[in-house]
Nanobody
Framework: QVQLVESGGGLVQAGGSLRLSCGAS????????MGWYRQAPGKQRELVAV???????NYADSVKGRFMISRDNAKNTVYLQMNSLKPEDTAVYYC???????????????WGQGTQVTVSS
């Protein structure tokens, strides 16, 4: 059993900051990519930021220069520091991780339950 548990969402005014955290627990041999996606009402889920196990990052154009992803491999945890937040950043943010549960197994995608981020104007 593998779980991804997110925390850190909430309500913030435009221009403010929030930090999201997501910890993976359970039977885990290794984790490849860890990242964050978001889904606003009436829209498709979209990539926000992702980091590989070696530290390579990729960001959505809309958050470049404002958001920063980081991870602690020893704690199986990924973070998303969100600065200069805008009302259009309002969405449910989901943690995602590619996890291998056994050496003979393939990597499988896991999702967190989501955490609401609301940015007021």
């Amino acid at each position: 059993q593998v779980q991804l548990v997110e925390s850190g969402g909430g309500l913030v005014q435009a221009g403010g900051s929030l930090r999201l955290s997501c910890g993976a627990s359970g039977s885990i041999i290794s984790i490849n990519n860890m990242g964050w996606y978001r889904q606003a009402p009436g829209k498709q889920r979209e990539l926000v930021a992702v980091m590989t196990s070696s530290g390579t990052t990729n960001y959505a154009d809309s958050v470049k220069g404002r958001f920063m992803i980081s991870r602690d491999n020893a704690k199986n945890t990924v973070y998303l520091q969100m600065n200069s937040l805008k009302p259009e950043d309002t969405a449910v943010y989901y943690c995602n991780a590619e996890i291998r549960r056994a050496w003979w197994d393939r990597y499988t995608n896991y999702w967190g339950q989501g955490t609401q981020v609301t940015v007021s104007s």
